[in-house]
């Protein structure tokens, strides 16, 4: 089970590799078939992804995992975004694969989370046998099992564009005071209307989601070295500077100066079956 491997990168003589991390505009490969673990996560657009026994599409905020040996193919649209990771493991007995084929997610914003840790963790670590890259890797893949879909059952409330429209405008606005009923604006539909819809396909309330993109948002400003904390939360749109600090630390553990004097180290104490908490 995917699950199961992805905890057994947690043994301290497995060795991870991560010869590729970062973002980019991904390209078309048909029949492709790789001797590595992938994982892209949807930034922005959508990826159309084909095996031999899965057919998805990958919006904005979900993500699929292709284990090696499985030829497939990817189809990304005009304008897709991705943050992208190639990696394997070897060591400590562990298998090269796993047994499942593609693996695809629901709508799960917050594994950019483990995404931009673990980016940070293997630019710094000497050793990629070092327990926080083990760690993150580890965690970023059973959240991904946790979010996984059945990959036939494709019907989300809200379309790929009426999405896209959504994000478009929060990290346009993301200054500024944007609220659930400018987000329902977007795509033409009443508030009342717009919640249920939005909840049941990102898995969060407007207003939640919200705070959670700007808690993002922030935590990319404090990696870029910005140190006034007054600045930052203006600059995501939180002018209260309490109330920023009380969501950044609900969302990503700790303070936001904590997080910005840490820049050598990433990842969650545990990952056994929650997520970091959700903002209010």
């Known amino acids: 089970m995917a699950r199961d491997w992805a905890t057994a990168l947690l043994q301290g003589d497995v060795h991870v590799d991560v010869p590729t991390i970062g973002t980019s505009a991904p390209g078309s490969y048909r029949d492709r078939l790789d001797a590595q673990h992938l994982l892209w996560f949807v930034l922005a657009g959508a990826v159309q992804a084909t095996s031999a026994e899965v057919r998805h599409t990958a919006r904005a905020g979900t993500a699929i995992w292709v284990p090696p040996g499985r030829r497939h193919t990817e189809e990304p649209r005009a304008g897709t975004r991705v943050f992208y990771l ?42 990629l046998r070092a327990p926080q890259v083990r760690a993150l890797l580890a965690c970023l893949l059973i959240e991904t099992v ?7 059952d494709e019907s989300p409330p809200l379309s790929d564009q009426q999405l896209e429209a959504v994000l478009t405008h929060v990290r346009a606005h993301i200054g500024e005071t944007v609220t659930p009923s400018d987000l329902a604006r977007q795509v033409g539909l009443s508030l009342a209307y717009f919640t249920p819809l939005f909840k049941r396909t990102v898995g969060l309330t407007p207003r939640r989601w919200l705070v959670q993109q700007r808690m993002l948002a922030a935590a990319d400003l404090l990696r870029e070295g910005h140190t006034n904390m007054a600045e930052v939360a203006a600059a995501v749109g939180c002018p209260d ?9 609900a969302w990503h553990g700790v303070s936001p100066s904590a997080y910005q004097r840490r820049p050598r180290r990433a ?6 079956a929650s997520s970091p908490s959700t903002p209010r």
Request: net charge positive; aromatic share 10%.
């Open 146 to 152: 946790r979010n996984s879909v059945d990959a036939t």
């Open 86 to 127: 190639r990696f394997r493991a070897h060591g400590g007995g562990i298998a090269e694969t796993v047994h499942e084929d593609l693996i695809a997610t629901r709508v799960a914003w917050h594994l950019r989370w483990y995404l931009d840790e673990l980016h940070r963790a293997v630019r710094f670590a000497q050793d």
């Open 241 to 249: 500077a309490n109330l920023f600090s009380r969501q950044f630390r």
């Open 267 to 272: 990842g969650p104490a545990s990952c056994n």
